[in-house]
C-alpha cells in the first residue's frame, strides 16, 4: 500500500515495534472513551498480539494504516477502513489518536484526510462512512474538517458512558471528495 505522506505525519504500514505503544493507549479510558464497545472489556496483551498479527500476516482484508510522525516514523495512532464492500465500493471508518499528547492538534483530520485520498484514488471506492457519538464535538469537527457530511442519526442506540447516546451517520463521496481536492 506504500506511505501516504502529509505535511506534519505519514501513514505507513504496522510494524512488530508498534506493539508497545498500541499498549499504552487500549485500556486508556481517556483515549478510548468515544471508542467502540470493542475496548469495553480490558484488552489484554494477546488481544493486542492476535490483531497486530492479523494486519502484519495479511490475513486482515481491511487497510490499516500506522499515523506516524513524519520525521521520525514514530506511532501516534491508526486510521483503518474495516468492513470493505468490493461491489458497492464502500468501507467504515475507524480512526484513533492514540498518544495524547497529539491530541487536538489536528492531526486525526490531516491523517482522515490522506486515508480518504488512498480510498478514493487509489483504491477505487465510492463511499467511506462513520458513526459518531453525537456528544463528540471534537471529532464531528475533525471529520467535517476531512470532508465528510451529516447524513443521518440512530437516536439513543449506543450505550456509552453510563446512559444512551445518539450515533450520527456521516459519510465522504469520492466524487464530492475529489472536486474538493483536485490537487491534493
Known sequence: MGHRIGERIMLREYRREDLEEMRKWVNDGSVTHYLSHV??????????ESFLERV???Q??????VIADRQTGAYIGQ?????????????ELGIVIGNPQWHGQG??????????DFAFRHA????????????????IRCYEKAGFV?????????FAHGKYVDLNLMG??????CAAHPAF
Open 107 to 116: 492531526i486525526g483530520a490531516e491523517a482522515i484526510t490522506l486515508m480518504l
Open 150 to 158: 451529516h447524513e443521518g442519526c440512530r437516536r439513543k442506540c449506543h
Open 124 to 139: 477505487n471506492l465510492q463511499r467511506i462512512e462513520l458513526w459518531v457519538d453525537a456528544d463528540n464535538a471534537a471529532a
Open 79 to 91: 486510521v483503518d477502513l474495516f468492513g470493505l464492500n468490493t461491489i458497492d465500493r464502500c468501507a
Open 56 to 58: 502484519l500476516s495479511g
Open 172 to 177: 465522504a463521496l469520492r466524487d464530492e471528495w
Open 39 to 48: 475496548f469495553l472489556p480490558a484488552q489484554t496483551l494477546p488481544m493486542t
Open 60 to 65: 486482515n482484508l481491511d487497510y490499516n494504516f
